[in-house]
């Protein structure tokens, strides 16, 4: 494929800037688009208004090129990319609002031969929808290429990850596939992989599903472990010198807009049918919960015996690891839950300057003004730490 093409990417978040900048830097022409005009400002002032390690250069060198150009309406292009979230309603129903809604924009936009890429992790079902959605628009679908490419990416390594990784492309035509697997190939160094729109879409949904299910066993054992008087830690550290055994990491429960997303995704559509992918779901929610009567014990068992509140820091917001993303994070929701219940609480979170909630503590302050240490997230400027003297409630094994 020419590398003069142009590319309009919708959603200018998480996925969608990094893979704009990408395509940028390799020479494509992108028009870039989001709904807050407060980050179109920022990427076309060639800023960043998220944390990823080698976005801001990515970013920066894409402006000043002149390759990229962020705005609040579409244009015309040959590649759009609808990278917008698919979050869910109440009652985990899908929500596939935010994808109708960008589908509508590009539909004034898109010509005979246009390649429309849905790569927004989506129920089974999603890319038709774009077809349909632009057929209700007025567009010829016939004489465009509709496909699904799902990100593979992680948090943390998503510039290098977006080059790497193996792709899933499924078009709603064989043609559609071929032309956007060509597409793909001209920056992706990994495999892409040929398949149909559905199953690509059940490919994404499946590998976080796997995923929610695995570690579903490791925060179910890790309440066990709790009430057995195991350190979880070293059981899983023993356990896994098996050779044909790998059992993850617990946790404070699963956050993140995949793995704690899509599970449900597949189980509003299987109903029944979907038995463990419910029950993983299910007792990676209760975990969090589980956290939350734990440090509430702590805390009441402090007052008990200081006669005052306890200060209870907790220790990182974001879903993971050394990022600032708090999409569906079960920190957050920890954090806001014991707020609520009148609890004394220190948030606590590296990779933010503020947050619209509560008020953002230095760790170090923290740790030393609180009285129960919670860590809820394994950032790396937690490792090492020595506490004495307090009560610490660990559910990431910053320390193990």
Same mark, same amino acid.
């Given at each position: 494929?020419?590398?003069?093409?142009?590319?309009?990417?919708?959603?200018?978040?998480?996925?969608? @800037?990094?893979?704009?900048?990408? @395509?940028?830097?390799? =020479?494509?022409?992108?028009?870039?688009?989001?709904?807050?005009?407060?980050?179109?400002?920022?990427?076309?002032?060639?800023?960043?208004?998220?944390?990823?390690?080698?976005?801001?250069?990515?970013?920066?060198?894409?402006?000043?090129? =002149?390759?990229?150009?962020?705005?609040?309406?579409?244009?015309? #292009?040959?590649?759009?990319?609808?990278?917008?979230?698919?979050?869910?309603?109440?009652?985990?129903?899908?929500?596939?609002?935010?994808?109708?809604?960008?589908?509508?924009?590009?539909?004034?936009? +898109?010509?005979?031969?246009?390649?429309?890429?849905?790569?927004?992790?989506?129920?089974?079902?999603?890319?038709?929808?774009?077809?349909?959605?632009?057929?209700?628009?007025?567009?010829?679908?016939?004489?465009?290429?509709?496909?699904?490419?799902?990100?593979?990416?992680?948090?943390?390594? %998503?510039?290098?990850?977006?080059?790497?990784?193996?792709?899933?492309?499924?078009?709603?035509?064989?043609?559609?596939?071929?032309?956007?697997?060509?597409?793909?190939?001209?920056?992706?160094?990994?495999?892409?992989?040929?398949?149909?729109?559905?199953?690509?879409?059940?490919?994404?949904?499946?590998?976080?599903?796997?995923?929610?299910?695995?570690?579903?066993?490791?925060?179910?054992?890790?309440?066990?472990?709790?009430?057995?008087?195991?350190?979880?830690?070293?059981?899983?550290?023993?356990?896994?010198?098996?050779?044909?055994?790998? +059992?993850?990491?617990?946790? #404070?429960?699963?956050?993140?807009?995949?793995?704690?997303?899509?599970?449900?995704?597949?189980?509003?559509?299987?109903?029944?049918?979907?038995?463990?992918?419910?029950?993983?779901?299910?007792?990676?929610?209760?975990?969090?919960?589980?956290?939350?009567?734990?440090?509430?014990?702590?805390?009441?068992?402090?007052?008990?015996?200081?006669?005052?509140?306890?200060?209870?820091?907790?220790?990182?917001?974001?879903?993971?690891?050394?990022?600032?993303?708090?999409?569906?994070?079960?920190? +957050?929701?920890?954090?806001?839950?014991?707020?609520?219940?009148?609890?004394?609480?220190?948030?606590?979170?590296?990779?933010?300057?503020?947050?619209?909630?509560?008020?953002? %503590?230095?760790?170090?302050?923290?740790?030393?003004?609180?009285?129960?240490? +919670?860590?809820?997230?394994?950032?790396?400027?937690?490792?090492?730490?020595?506490?004495?003297?307090?009560?610490? %409630?660990?559910?990431?094994?910053?320390?193990?």
């Amino acid at each position: 494929m020419n590398q003069t093409k142009k590319i309009c990417v919708i959603g200018l978040g998480y996925i969608g @800037l990094p893979t704009a900048a990408l @395509l940028a830097n390799r =020479g494509y022409s992108v028009h870039g688009v989001d709904v807050v005009a407060s980050t179109v400002d920022i990427i076309n002032q060639g800023k960043i208004h998220i944390v990823e390690p080698d976005l801001d250069t990515f970013v920066r060198a894409a402006v000043n090129s =002149g390759n990229l150009k962020a705005s609040l309406t579409p244009d015309i #292009a040959d590649v759009f990319i609808i990278a917008v979230p698919t979050p869910f309603h109440e009652g985990y129903v899908p929500n596939v609002d935010y994808v109708v809604s960008a589908t509508k924009a590009i539909a004034p936009f +898109v010509k005979e031969g246009d390649i429309v890429i849905l790569e927004s992790t989506s129920p089974v079902g999603t890319t038709d929808l774009v077809g349909e959605t632009l057929k209700e628009q007025g567009v010829d679908t016939s004489k465009l290429f509709i496909a699904h490419c799902p990100e593979r990416v992680l948090p943390g390594h %998503i510039m290098r990850e977006l080059v790497e990784n193996d792709r899933i492309v499924g078009g709603l035509t064989p043609e559609a596939t071929e032309k956007t697997v060509e597409f793909y190939k001209t920056f992706v160094s990994g495999a892409v992989l040929s398949t149909d729109a559905r199953t690509a879409e059940m490919a994404k949904l499946t590998e976080n599903s796997f995923r929610d299910t695995n570690i579903a066993f490791a925060n179910e054992l890790s309440i066990l472990c709790d009430k057995f008087g195991i350190d979880v830690w070293e059981l899983i550290k023993l356990t896994n010198r098996h050779p044909r055994v790998n +059992v993850l990491q617990p946790g #404070a429960g699963v956050g993140g807009h995949c793995i704690a997303v899509d599970p449900w995704f597949i189980v509003h559509a299987g109903g029944d049918d979907a038995k463990i992918i419910r029950t993983a779901r299910e007792v990676n929610t209760y975990k969090t919960e589980w956290s939350i009567e734990k440090i509430k014990n702590a805390a009441l068992k402090f007052e008990a015996e200081n006669g005052r509140k306890a200060k209870v820091a907790c220790m990182g917001l974001a879903f993971k690891p050394d990022i600032d993303d708090l999409r569906e994070s079960p920190a +957050v929701y920890i954090t806001k839950s014991l707020i609520s219940q009148g609890l004394d609480v220190l948030a606590v979170e590296p990779n933010l300057k503020s947050h619209k909630s509560f008020e953002i %503590i230095n760790f170090e302050t923290a740790i030393n003004d609180a009285d129960i240490i +919670v860590y809820l997230v394994a950032h790396k400027e937690f490792k090492g730490i020595r506490i004495f003297g307090k009560d610490v %409630i660990d559910f990431c094994g910053v320390n193990k």
